[in-house]
């Protein structure tokens, strides 16, 4: 289990393969006591300190990439949409790329799988952008309940397999991402 509000990983806690559509309680954390879910529908779960959480999944691509430049980098920095595969580049106070960022929404709690998914497209974009920018991509990922961050590695083999989304058509290639490689975003 990992801790959507202190980055706390419980290894007594295991996440599931699915969560149940039911309030799934996993525990309360050791490390900050707050609760952790498991669950599509966080709005239902609410408690006390959560509606903070739930606030954050209301928050726009837009805001989100504005937290994050406030949060994660130093003053001057801002990002500008791409027409590529990934969502938005990150520039320093002189336009210089710094890295790329694709934002990804997820209807879910950061314990409601093992692994998240996203199209291997990222991955190729990732290769070709640091080919051509000598620049990383990162892939946001906005849970219900956290935010998180994740390097997209150019060399490494990543977990491809056929995945279908209920709103597509047919099975398109996935990264199959383990939750427990994310990095949460504290803020």
Not at 41 to 61: I, N
Request: hydrophobic letters at 35%; a negative charge; aromatic letters at 10%.
């Amino acid at each position: 289990m990992i801790c959507p509000y202190c980055g706390y990983r419980d290894p007594s806690v295991e996440i599931p393969e699915k969560a149940s559509q039911v309030d799934d309680h996993l525990a309360d954390c050791p490390e900050c006591a707050e609760p952790v879910y498991a669950t599509h529908d966080f709005s239902k779960v609410v408690r006390g300190s959560q509606a903070r959480a739930v606030d954050r999944g209301e928050l726009s691509e837009e805001e989100v990439a504005d937290l994050y430049i406030e949060n994660e980098m130093s003053s001057g920095y801002s990002h500008e949409q791409t027409t590529r595969d990934v969502d938005l580049k990150i520039v320093d106070e002189f336009g210089d790329i710094d890295h790329f960022l694709e934002i990804k929404t997820r209807n879910a709690t950061l314990n409601a799988y093992a692994e998240t998914v996203f199209r291997d497209l990222k991955i190729e974009e990732a290769r070709r952008l640091a080919e051509e920018y000598d620049a990383p991509s990162y892939i946001l990922i906005k849970f219900e309940d956290c935010l998180t961050i994740h390097h997209l590695d150019p060399d490494r083999e990543y977990d491809i397999g056929p995945f279908k989304r209920w709103d597509r058509d047919g099975p398109k290639p996935h990264v199959f991402l383990p939750v427990e490689e994310l990095r949460l975003l504290e803020w």
